[in-house]
């Protein structure tokens, strides 16, 4: 089974511009999370979605959103795009066993805002 | 408000040697500890986690030990190897049926010398 799959791998835009970013889960995992993880920090949390519905948001403006397809595919998307919005954004797939989430991470989207 | 504070930020050890890499939480409602290993250009990869019910758990040369108390755990690497050169992440989460989202701590930077 293939893993997470993101793409595109990298990308360049300028200030204002839109993004959009995509996410193909683990075959038979059906949530998703986003991250931005800014360079030499950590991952932080942006939206989780699970069967098409948001189940959680992080501290991001509303210049963030996201959306889940019914292939359980997702998109992430920016507007009026900022410097500080240069990152490496994860996708994460999600599965329930044992009262535990586990979470396995993409290879990453690299955003460079010029 | 940093919920997860990690330490060392980098870490230099001599193949062979003991990597240890602590974390320290401050939400006493987190109820999973995941460690992933980051190289460069990939996403993070799952390494181990602990529920707060044990106190130690070991998988091959990694264990985690966790102490509920002081609200610390911590990563210990055995046989460190030059391949084990990464950052890693301790990260902790709320474990919700309808998901959760990981806090991370900043990132440690492993390098084992050969």
């Known amino acids: 089974d293939a893993g997470v799959t993101q793409s595109p791998t990298h990308l360049i835009k300028t200030r204002g511009q839109h993004v959009t970013l995509r996410c193909s889960p683990i075959?038979?995992?059906?949530?998703v999370s986003w991250y931005q993880q800014v360079l030499g920090q950590g991952p932080q949390f942006i939206f989780q979605?699970?069967?098409?519905?948001?189940?959680g948001r992080g501290n991001f403006p509303d210049r963030f959103s996201a959306r889940q397809f019914p292939n359980y595919s997702s998109e992430l998307n920016v507007n009026a795009l900022l410097l500080g919005d240069s990152a490496l954004y994860l996708c994460?797939?999600?599965?329930?066993?044992?009262?535990?989430?586990?979470?396995?991470f993409g290879p990453g989207t690299r955003l460079t805002v010029l | 408000q940093q919920q997860v504070k990690q330490s060392p930020q980098s870490l230099i050890v001599q193949k062979g040697g003991i990597s240890i890499i602590n974390c320290a939480y401050e939400?006493?409602?987190?109820?999973?500890f995941p460690w992933y290993q980051q190289f460069p250009g990939k996403g993070p990869a799952l390494l181990i986690a602990?529920?707060?019910?044990?106190s130690e758990k070991k998988e091959g040369r990694f264990t985690i030990s966790f102490n509920k108390s002081a609200k610390q755990f911590s990563l210990h690497i055995m046989d460190s190897q030059p391949g084990d050169s990464a950052t890693y992440f301790c990260?902790?989460?709320?474990?919700?049926?309808?998901?959760?989202?990981?806090?991370f701590g900043e990132g440690t930077q492993l390098t084992v010398n050969p």
């Open positions: 994460a797939s999600i599965t329930w066993g044992g009262n535990t989430d586990t979470q396995y």
């Open positions: 075959s038979g995992h059906k949530s």
């Open positions: 979605y699970y069967e098409k519905e948001e189940r």
């Open positions: 939400n006493t409602a987190f109820d999973y």
């Open positions: 602990i529920r707060p019910d044990v």
């Open positions: 990260a902790a989460s709320i474990q919700e049926t309808s998901g959760s989202r990981l806090t």
